[in-house]
């Protein structure tokens, strides 16, 4: 690990939940200004490690450090300062159903700032026209495709302009061409915004095309990190099989 560069490191975290251990001493660090994406089974704990670098999980033992920062010890007020910085999409966008695509977006200003009506209005169209839905504010989320919802919930995640963005499937239950718009914006958000993609998938055709840096999480560690090409020469057979997809091999189907 390079933990000169990191932004996010977790050093020897476990977590059960019973007797099925999801993470076991995993240690992680995530680069700055980088895409990284953590690859993996579905199942695998993925999503378990996402909750636990925002604060929704305390680890049963380990660290959690953000710029630096342990956040396991911290009371809730002091996490919602830290969270302030995330910005997250999750996988089926989670909006507010009764509100207007432009209330979604403008919903972490109106909850968190004092800015004007104005300033949310100027704010939430920009980051609206970021993601390619300039004029849509005023639809409501029934009436948009799941790759336009995904957009609206990236245009939230956004709004505060967090140094970090964290995603979670953001290509699940999508076609081809729209899972390559959202690729793209995730690209464009670390480019465009300078923020630090951290990005969780099974999706290695895309992780192999837009990461700077994979991690592969298997049996509750990272058992391999690098850049896509690194990782495509990686001589470990549970990482060949996972990355080419085939059936045969040391990871079994249950």
């Known amino acids: 690990m390079n933990t000169e560069t990191s932004i996010i490191e977790l050093e020897k975290i476990s977590k059960s939940f019973g007797d099925f251990t999801v993470l076991n001493e995993l240690d992680l660090a995530l680069e700055k200004d980088k895409v990284n994406i953590i690859i993996g089974r579905s199942g695998g704990g993925k999503s378990v490690l996402l909750k636990h670098v925002i604060g ?19 009371k809730e007020r002091q996490l919602a300062g830290i969270r302030r910085r995330f910005g997250m999409l999750f996988q089926d966008a989670a909006l507010f159903d009764s509100f207007t695509v432009e209330e979604n977006v403008a919903f972490p200003l109106r909850e968190h700032t004092r800015k004007s009506l104005r300033e949310i209005e100027e704010i ?55 899972s390559a718009t959202i690729n793209d914006l995730i690209l464009r958000t670390q480019k465009e915004f300078g923020a630090t993609c951290v990005v969780i998938s099974h999706d290695i055709e895309a992780a192999m095309k837009i990461a700077d840096r994979i991690y592969m999480l298997y049996n509750g560690k990272i058992i391999a990190e690098g850049t896509p090409d690194e990782i495509s020469q990686w001589d470990d057979p549970v990482v060949r099989q996972f990355i080419r997809g085939e059936a045969e091999g040391p990871i079994k189907i249950n």
């Open 56 to 74: 929704l999980l305390k680890p049963d033992k380990g660290r959690v450090l953000i710029q630096g920062k342990d956040i396991v010890p911290m």
């Open 124 to 178: 939430v169209e920009a980051k609206l026209a970021s993601v390619g839905l300039t004029g849509m504010g005023g639809k409501m989320p029934s009436e948009l495709s799941g790759g336009m919802r995904k957009r609206v919930g990236l245009a939230r995640a956004l709004v505060m302009d967090p140094q970090i963005v964290l995603f979670d499937e953001p290509t699940s239950g999508l076609d081809p061409v729209m």
